[in-house]
């Protein structure tokens, strides 16, 4: 998969110092965050870049809302997801929502004023997106925007997850780092199939996982004695998202290490020969899990809502690695063509 197109940056650098002029019925220009070179959250910057077109099968969308997530973060310091493309000044941001301004050729599915929820594996922290029509589905009106822009990248993930675990009703699955963007996620997706739930978490988010349906259990020192007694019927499956000793205590705990998985220790992972998850998004994926946040089963949690300006802040919160729920950055206020 190649870097996508429009909000990626070019080889001219794109910020608002003698661009082109005004295109007729509306300014060329929006802002977006991106980084020029690898390093801290402080090479985040938000700047005006030329607004994208969209090309055959794709919508424009003026984009409300955006995730912040573990990966955009590690993207900053210098890791490359598989098949993209990095291009300075490069655009970060994996998961939006917001309302289709403009539809490309041959669009039919799609008209200006649709609220739509998505992902790209790039450029989404940014006023406008250029985006496949495969790659959007509606937003429900009963999904707030923070929710729906937070939703796509955890909940896949932990969608994914849950099929390649195998886990059914009447099953106990263990969650490390159950408080998280992809643990809430998890934990409720469990639940609703009717799986029992062990959740790890800090000693400040006991409630919050109990809450969402899981046995909680501290971490620190006698934390596999804690999970046994939560479990004493024992442990089908495993997800951990928390890193740390998460995956090592889930292959004491699991017989079937084809049933243990993490998304954040790849070596480990090698190492003791289990599953390695990544997020198998699709629209139809996407999809139910909005049907399930409009019927109230699936709850995301929103810990931090920021203002694109302030997305600095908010890769250093996400990089803490100890918060509750999702961070999201709030691109614009007003829902342009709705």
Not at 1 to 15: H, I, K, Q, T
Not at 83 to 88: K, L
Request: proline residues 7%; charged residues 20%; aromatic residues 4%.
């Amino acid at each position: 998969m190649s870097a996508p197109r429009g909000n990626r940056g070019a080889s001219a650098d794109p910020v608002r110092d003698g661009g082109p002029p005004a295109e007729p019925g509306g300014a060329p220009w929006g802002r977006a965050a991106l980084i020029e070179a690898f390093g801290p959250p402080d090479v985040l910057e938000v700047r005006e870049v030329p607004r994208p077109r969209p090309d055959a099968g794709e919508v424009l969308v003026r984009v409300r809302t955006a995730g912040v997530q573990p990966a955009d973060a590690a993207i900053r310091g210098g890791w490359t997801p598989p098949g993209a493309t990095i291009v300075f000044p490069q655009v970060l941001g994996n998961e939006f929502a917001g309302v289709v301004v403009e539809t490309g050729p041959g669009v039919q599915e799609w008209a200006i004023g649709d609220e739509v929820v998505g992902f790209r594996v790039l450029g989404c922290y940014a006023d406008h997106v250029a985006v496949s029509a495969a790659q959007v589905v509606r937003k429900p009106a009963a999904v707030p925007w923070p929710a729906a822009g937070a939703l796509s990248a955890s909940g896949q993930t932990a969608h994914t997850a849950l099929e390649r675990l195998r886990v059914i009703a009447g099953e106990t699955l263990l969650v490390h780092g159950a408080a998280g963007g992809v643990g809430t996620m998890a934990v409720q997706l469990a639940v609703a199939r009717g799986a029992r739930v062990v959740g790890t978490a800090s000693a400040a988010n006991q409630d919050h996982v109990r809450s969402l349906g899981a046995a909680p259990v501290v971490y620190g020192p006698g934390q596999e004695d804690r999970i046994r007694a939560a479990a004493p019927q024992g442990v089908d499956a495993a997800l951990d998202v928390a890193g740390h000793d998460g995956l090592l205590i889930s292959v004491r705990l699991v017989a079937d290490r084809d049933r243990v998985g993490t998304s954040v220790d790849r070596a480990l992972q090698q190492r003791l020969g289990c599953r390695w998850i990544s997020s198998d998004r699709s629209t139809a994926r996407l999809a139910a899990l909005l049907d399930l946040c409009a019927r109230g089963t699936l709850a995301v949690t929103v810990r931090n809502l920021l203002p694109l300006e302030r997305v600095a802040e908010a890769h250093r919160d996400v990089e803490t690695g100890h918060g509750r729920g999702k961070v999201v950055l709030r691109v614009s206020e007003d829902s342009e063509g709705s």
